[in-house]
């Protein structure tokens, strides 16, 4: 994606502008769909989080692979998905990326290289290492680029595969998005030592990054995925950021883990897009007015595709059985 | 009596069995301050505090491991499964270990531990936060299993639980968590392996398990109308297994429906008819009918899901085809 | 035709697939110099090199895991799992990665993948290396679950596997590897969904599982002295079952056992004589005779092992009480 | 017992001293019940690494726990058992320490504080973690030691655990035997990295030890025994030692993944009780004649405890059904 279309530094950069007001506005529609009662089930919001799935991804091609997780709308639109798909899938219906089958929590995207978002805690961190085996062995180039949360490195799966990754030299690079809690938990109560020394200490270069710059994300993972594909994996970020919501939209009352001021500070301070835009309209790159007309846009994009999926129909109840097993090729 | 949640219920016999047994504690994520997702364990912390009510990291093999390392040195652990499709990280620490310590010790360990989780689909939580695993459970020795169906036998069983001197899960029913029930002040305990006779009726006998136990009460009710007396047992524990009560019933009746929400094959239900057909085969008037959720992955999508899973007006059907003797063509 | 052990016989379907299909690779704890500790794969390495043949860490859970990864991104790996009882430590990724992958993305993704392992006691090694676990994984929708029962089916049902398009579990029997029975040299694949009648006879039918097969044809040879005609027919898969063929043996027979190698409570048996319950009902003389293993964890002693499991006099004395009509009073 | 017994330095030496020598005099005994077909199953030797065992069960009290391995001989002498009932065991005679039903892989001894070996490599991880926890809990000053293999780092649970123990500050100590094999691999082809990194990037301090001197080990072991009751644990140790024989008795021909050169260093170089028994002659701590006796008296009994064994019964047959369930304490 990134690759291919870089002419100058200012689409990059309006590109990865986009993108993050994208993913922002996707969730405030979901978000939206849940308070009003329109959702089934419950969702978890990347608002707060968007430069660091859109500073990874926009250094991927569409070969290469990701796998998200239970807060994976934000990896699903950086990977390139469709505002329409992806809300008929929270809701259902027979268009959305799986179908209805899969839902928030396993919302995937095959055709951008999304392997799916995974509602079991570090339950995606081998299938991106063997993704990444994969393409090692069929001679292709593509990296992986494994998402999980500070909290998921409590699942021993990720020393594992971390293990192997580093004896196999694969091309894989593991995406920790420090945001401070595992649902209603701050990190420092579940995580012992350093996450850093952990993926060090198993002989993998890791690096920390501010995970609200949009900018040193990316810079770094341009990097590292060059290097990835170059042999030299793998990698491991720590990208310090916050989520704005609850663990999930149902979680309002969060006075007891954490303080409205430390909310605020992230909030009005740190804010990912704010920040950026100020930068770019600072820099010169866009004005204010451009910035508002890229919002709008996308705001009437994410507004018509939310209509489209309210309306859309449910998939028949024939497909109930379709799915559980893959037809086999003819003999 | 008064009436209280299945939470509440399961909340007191914790409570209680906690102030008369200092080796007990808790131990699980987010079951501290926030008193678990479900809220069922809110309170605790604050009597018991965090040294017996302990918030753990992300690593259920983990502290499932932990619980069992503790139940063999003199303690008493209540280890706390967020969602029971998680029982699937744990099955070596739980089917390995827990289970064939004392068989392998020859009788010497002991390993007291209760594991909560729970069970049930059309939440919308998809397929991997709906499953009803219980049967796999089931089948390793040294297991019981124990699944209660209302406020009542929640409060039962688990403090029938904690004082067994084996490991025992039980599954709770995540859509009964604020169903009410009368429940006794006074301290009860609901032994294992006594089946609870819910409805009594002559012409069909509903075996059902957990989710399903209300399912067939409905069922019941609807066949009433239609002058069709079935009886309703509910089994409270799989192992052990009442089989007396469920057979005097078929006895009785000559027909019976087994149902349970674990999926249809290989699952509780082939086990509970085998046994009706093998003890009470010359009296059956009909093959005993079997229904379980369909064996499927749990759908997202509402449309889909609430297909998967026997109904009132399922369950109704079937007792009015054998009654009427519709199903004998079949077989 | 040349006669070959079930070692060489699983040993050849592999090599011969992955020289028809470079995507195709071993990976697992020693599977390459070593060749496994039952030497199944030797040679392997030697042929297709460390790269297709691929010596893993003791990461059960971190390979299964890599294992789906390849699968879904063109790999077809074969996990090799160095004991049957290990498949506890990777029930997540088996049950709720590799197994739902293909339904919750709604049919985008596929999991081409087989783990083979193996099953069966009575080799002394005690309660963690001698379980049969082919019922827990047939309860799962989404993998299809293989046992071979002779070094014929072995290559056959191994070489449909690897070009199945889903999760298929093979569990090899660990006292067979040595066995040697005729194989063609000639390329043969054996349909999963397609029992064998290995048997035919009269007076009873026998249905039996891998390790239970040469149980049940050696009772069968008992049986036939005393004038009893068994038929005993091997599902060799179970996930898909072929209900018809047993069916029509026992609308033939009149009576059925089902013999198999796993825990008898909430297991193969169960569902099996269930299905023949429920569908054969009217034809039959006596209820089902199930046959498992006891439902105790597997003792290391050889003077308790031996009483675990069903024996070919066990099987004949169950058969001749049947036909007898013996098995009658109690029911 | 060491605490307890000690008044002289040369007592704690000579212990110290027997203890190897019995552990290596069980062993060969072991081996020579298997060679000439006596003993059911396979068996893992402990030769060659006896310092490990000694040098830290020597700084244990009989309330401490340990949790031992498949290859767990070793520590069960060390932490004091009795022969007889551990050959027994190996023989699966009533009388073993399990009467029967664990044999060689699942030998505990509750008296002495074994929690048993553990045919799942790294099962016992979390058991140790969880005894730890227990006394923290109950109050009690006891220290748990987990060993377990180098093989055994690449198991997930191993980070789950620590990370817990380091939160909490639990009294374990792991203690890692690198042997530099797991089976038939090389440590390096299976450890990325520094193990001892690995410990420390969970704020856990660590130390590597020469295992095959004794003193080396036990005064480490001393210390951080200590340390771990008085509340500063976790702790962890490398300990660098060498196996004797096969990976098992049956593994004779080791070619092809470790030189005949190596063995013989180690063995003619590096023995943990030669050199401690020419250490303590060289010092005049026991004269070479006394060293002798000491071997041959431990001879003589391992010897009479093998003919006790083999004379012993088996378990009766009502036995395969005890154990499978602990009894419950009257109401
Ligand atoms: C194996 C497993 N355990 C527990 C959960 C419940 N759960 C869902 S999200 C979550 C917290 C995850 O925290 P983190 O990895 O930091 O991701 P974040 O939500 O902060 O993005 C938990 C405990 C789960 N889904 N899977
Ligand atoms: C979970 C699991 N995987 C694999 C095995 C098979 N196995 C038994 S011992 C062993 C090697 C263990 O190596 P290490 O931990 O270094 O211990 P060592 O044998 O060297 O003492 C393996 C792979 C097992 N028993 N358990
Ligand atoms: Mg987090
Ligand atoms: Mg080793």
């Not at chain 1, 709008?296 to 799915?323: F, K, N």
């Not at chain 2, 509440?8 to 914790?14: F, L, P, R």
């Not at chain 2, 002991?110 to 069970?119: E, G, W």
């Not at chain 2, 009785?252 to 094959?265: F, L, N």
């Amino acid at each position: 994606m990134a690759a291919a279309r870089r002419k100058t530094n200012t689409e990059d950069y309006l590109r990865m502008y986009s993108q993050m007001v994208r993913i922002r506005t996707f969730e405030d529609n979901a978000n939206q769909l849940y308070l009003s009662a329109k959702m089934p089930g419950l969702t978890h919001m990347y608002s707060g989080e968007e430069a660091v799935a859109v500073g990874i991804c926009e250094a991927l091609t569409d070969d290469d692979k990701i796998t998200s997780t239970h807060r994976g709308h934000g990896h699903c639109v950086a990977k390139g998905a469709d505002f329409r798909q992806m809300f008929c899938e929270l809701l259902g219906k027979a268009e959305g990326y799986c179908r209805g089958k899969g839902g928030s929590m396993h919302i995937a995207d095959q055709s951008h290289g999304n392997l799916g978002a995974n509602a079991i805690v570090g339950g995606s961190m081998g299938i991106a290492t063997g993704a990444a085996l994969s393409a090692k062995r069929l001679g292709r180039n593509d990296v992986a680029v494994c998402f999980f949360g500070d909290g998921a490195t409590a699942q021993g799966l990720m020393y594992e595969v971390m293990n192997m990754a580093a004896l196999w030299k694969l091309p894989v690079i593991y995406a920790c998005e420090n945001n401070g809690y595992s649902e209603y938990t701050a990190t420092a109560e579940i995580a012992a030592g350093s996450i850093l020394k952990r993926a060090e200490a198993f002989g993998i270069e890791a690096h920390q990054v501010d995970g609200q710059d949009v900018l040193a994300v990316n810079d770094l993972a341009q990097k590292l995925v060059a290097r990835a594909r170059n042999g030299e994996g793998p990698f491991f970020i720590e990208l310090l950021t916050y989520r704005y919501h609850g663990h999930h939209v149902g979680d309002i009352n969060r006075d007891y883990y954490r303080t409205k001021e430390e909310e605020t500070i992230w909030k009005e301070k740190r804010d990912p897009i704010v920040n950026f835009g100020a930068w770019l309209a600072k820099e010169g790159i866009a004005s204010e007015e451009e910035l508002k007309t890229i919002r709008d846009d996308i705001r009437a994009d994410a507004e018509a595709a939310v209509a489209y999926a309210l309306d859309a129909p449910y998939p028949p109840g024939s497909e109930v059985t379709m799915h559980v097993f893959a037809d086999n090729d003819a003999a | 009596m008064r009436e209280i949640t299945l939470s509440k219920a399961v909340n007191e016999a914790i409570a209680e069995e906690m102030r008369r047994d200092p080796a007990i504690f808790l131990l699980g994520e987010d079951v501290a301050e926030a008193g678990t997702p479900f809220k069922v364990l809110s309170g605790l912390v604050e009597e018991f505090g965090p040294e017996r009510v302990i918030d753990t990291p992300i690593s259920e093999p983990g502290f499932m491991g932990m619980a069992v390392g503790a139940a063999m040195t003199g303690s008493r652990p209540i280890v706390d499964l967020m969602f029971g499709d998680f029982i699937f990280l744990i099955m070596d620490q739980l089917c390995n270990q827990a289970a064939k310590t004392h068989y392998m010790s020859g009788g010497k360990l002991k390993v007291p531990l209760v594991l909560r989780t729970n069970l049930g689909a059309t939440r919308r939580s998809a397929a991997q936060h709906s499953q009803s695993l219980h049967a796999l459970v089931a089948h390793i020795p040294g297991l019981k299993v124990a699944l209660p169906s209302s406020a009542y036998e929640a409060k039962g069983l688990m403090k029938t639980a904690i004082r067994d001197n084996n490991p025992v899960v039980i599954f709770e029913d995540k859509l009964m968590y604020n169903d009410k029930a009368p429940v006794p002040e006074e301290e009860y305990l609901i032994p294992f392996g006594e089946a609870a006779v819910l409805r009594e009726g002559r012409d069909v006998t509903i075996v059902a398990t957990s989710s399903m136990v209300q399912v067939s009460l409905k069922a019941a009710e609807m066949l009433a109308a239609d002058g069709i007396s079935a009886e309703v047992i509910d089994p409270r524990t799989i192992v052990p297994l009442d089989e007396e009560t469920i057979l005097e019933s078929v006895r009785k009746t000559s027909r019976a429906i087994v149902v349970d929400e674990g999926h249809q094959s290989f699952g509780v239900t082939a086990e509970i008819a085998s046994r009706i057909s093998e003890k009470a085969f010359y009296h059956l008037d009909a093959p005993v009918i079997r229904m379980g959720a369909m064996d499927v992955p749990v759908p997202f999508s509402p449309a889909l899901e609430d297909l998967t899973v026997p109904t009132p007006d399922g369950v109704a059907e079937a007792a009015r085809r054998i009654v009427r003797g519709e199903t004998r063509d079949a077989a």
